[in-house]
T-cell receptor, first 111, second 120 residues
């Protein structure tokens, strides 16, 4: 499986933008880039996913490098409720719907 | 929709006892996943089903673990006999089949709230 590398932790101030990086230098052409987050004491929840083009939804934006070897999850205005572990995951489109989680980035948001 | 429903939310049992965790996926979802989360190992995929059929059980730790999906609306994960090292949070997730465009949402996993298991 193609692997991802994320910083263990990041800090942000409330109401400021947050850029969460992810490196996936061994990504293959059939890999989708997925982001999930896990709030304290909850199950992971879907944030966003993309293949080649940048993507936006109500929760976040996903910026994908032109060579697809890295991506950045952007939270436009961090709130205290955004404090969570954020997982960047590659999903092989030829391997079913399974997701393999790495260690993720623990985002701390300061008031 | 009520989402993915897991029970029990918390279970405390003694070593050697049988444990059964239950999951009701979202109606219409044809994939079901069981994950385990510990501090040491993070989130691990144990097994997943497609249309009630087990597709990949390579993550199941050992023969003490078994999972079934008798119908599209119910799955169980059983541990017999349980051991202290099985203590973890067990998550169930479901999704629809993966066909669709990037933004169709067809490939999204929805997780339940988890079952926290403590084996003494």
């Amino acid at each position: 499986d193609a692997k991802t590398t994320q910083p263990n932790s990041m800090e942000s101030n409330e109401e400021e933008p947050v850029h969460l990086p992810c490196n996936h230098s061994t990504i293959s052409g059939t890999d989708y880039i997925h982001w999930y987050r896990q709030l304290p004491s909850q199950g992971p929840e879907y944030v966003i996913h993309g293949l080649t083009s940048n993507v936006n939804n109500r929760m976040a934006s996903l910026a994908i490098a032109e060579d697809r070897k890295s991506s950045t999850l952007i939270l436009h205005r961090a709130t205290l409720r955004d404090a969570a572990v954020y997982y960047c995951i590659l999903r092989d489109n030829n391997a079913g719907n399974m997701l393999t989680f790495g260690g993720g980035t623990r985002l701390m948001v300061k008031p | 929709d009520a989402g993915v429903i897991q029970s029990p939310r918390h279970e405390v049992t003694e070593m050697g006892q049988e444990v059964t965790l239950r999951c009701k996926p979202i109606s219409g979802h044809d994939y079901l996943f069981w994950y385990r989360q510990t501090m040491m190992r993070g989130l691990e995929l144990l097994i997943y089903f497609n249309n009630n059929v087990p597709i990949d059980d390579s993550g199941m730790p050992e023969d003490r673990f078994s999972a079934k999906m008798p119908n599209a609306s119910f799955s169980t994960l059983k541990i017999q006999p349980s051991e202290p090292r099985d203590s973890a949070v067990y998550f169930c997730a479901s999704s629809r089949r993966r066909f669709g465009t990037v933004n169709s949402g067809a490939n999204v996993l929805t997780f339940g709230a988890g079952s926290r298991l403590t084996v003494l």
